[in-house]
């Protein structure tokens, strides 16, 4: 039986997005997938289809600009049907949202993309605990020959400027400047951390799908990832009850590396409406 629809979810990372997946993979209507390689596989597509010379000398452009847009859309639903026999299958996926637009020049309805986002220092906090947790392990960060990551501000700055916090960060940056954020579902992670039915239900009529009651006090993992690349500072275990943890990152980070994130993305903190 084919997909109904797909859904996709680009979520910051540290935000809740594992989280996110799980809950709504209780409804036996939806599977979800961990960190997917989906988008991959048409990227790739599209890179052919942009520089392979038997497509650039087509005499028939629109014709095949059709044809390229119909291989999308039906090999984005034979992957998902191939994996699913279930009617809704939600992608994770951090580029989903960036690539809206060309999501929306093939799919035949409007593609639906959620969007997790959580305060940034609680995200670089997050990181900075899963640096501290293993001082019997060198990861590579710290190199003391050129001076980098030896401090607090140069880790978070590396951060901030690499993959996967750094992409994630340029492209929700790139979509609230193009104009398309209003077309992507945004979860503040600690609204959905205490309100979760209401965020929960914002969801379900965002994807304009039945609502299921969900569990929150009983989430069995049912995505799982291999986080060895990740340097264990990104990991996707998660607990198994809803809650919502009261920040530590002015106690680990500290009041000035605190203001200093703020102020570095204060487009960020504007935009979300998260108090200094």
């Given amino acids: 039986m084919a997909v109904d629809k797909i859904f996709f979810q680009a979520s910051l990372p540290r935000a809740g997005s594992t989280l996110l997946q799980n809950l709504l993979g209780q409804n036996p209507d939806i599977y979800v997938t961990p960190t997917s390689g989906l988008m991959e596989l048409i990227y790739g597509a599209r890179a052919n289809y942009s520089n392979s010379a038997e497509f650039k000398h087509s005499l028939e452009p629109e014709l095949i600009r059709k044809a390229f847009a119909a291989f999308c859309n039906s090999g984005l639903h034979s992957y998902a049907s191939a994996m699913t026999d279930k009617k809704y299958y939600l992608d994770k996926g951090r580029s989903w949202g960036f690539y809206i637009d060309w999501l929306e020049s093939f799919m035949p309805y409007q593609p639906k993309i959620i969007c997790m986002v959580r305060d940034l220092r609680d995200v670089f906090c997050s990181m900075e605990k899963n640096f501290r947790k293993q001082p019997d392990k060198d990861f590579g960060i710290i190199n003391w020959n050129n001076l ?109 590396v605190c203001d200093w994130i703020y102020n570095r993305f204060k487009w960020f903190y504007d935009y979300f409406r998260y108090n200094k």
């Fill in 148 to 256: 980098s990551g030896t401090i607090l501000e140069k880790r978070i700055d590396m951060w901030s400027n690499t993959p996967p916090i750094g992409i994630a960060l340029d492209r929700l940056y790139a979509i609230i400047q193009n104009g398309n954020a209003p077309k992507i579902l945004f979860i503040k992670y600690e609204d959905f951390c205490l309100r979760p039915e209401t965020e929960m239900s914002r969801i379900y009529n965002y994807l304009e799908i039945p609502y299921f009651h969900h569990d929150f006090d009983n989430i069995p993992q049912i995505t799982h990832e291999d986080d060895s690349d990740n340097l264990r500072l990104i990991n996707h275990d998660i607990r198994n009850t809803l809650s919502m943890n009261q920040s530590d990152a002015k106690q680990i980070l500290g009041d000035s």
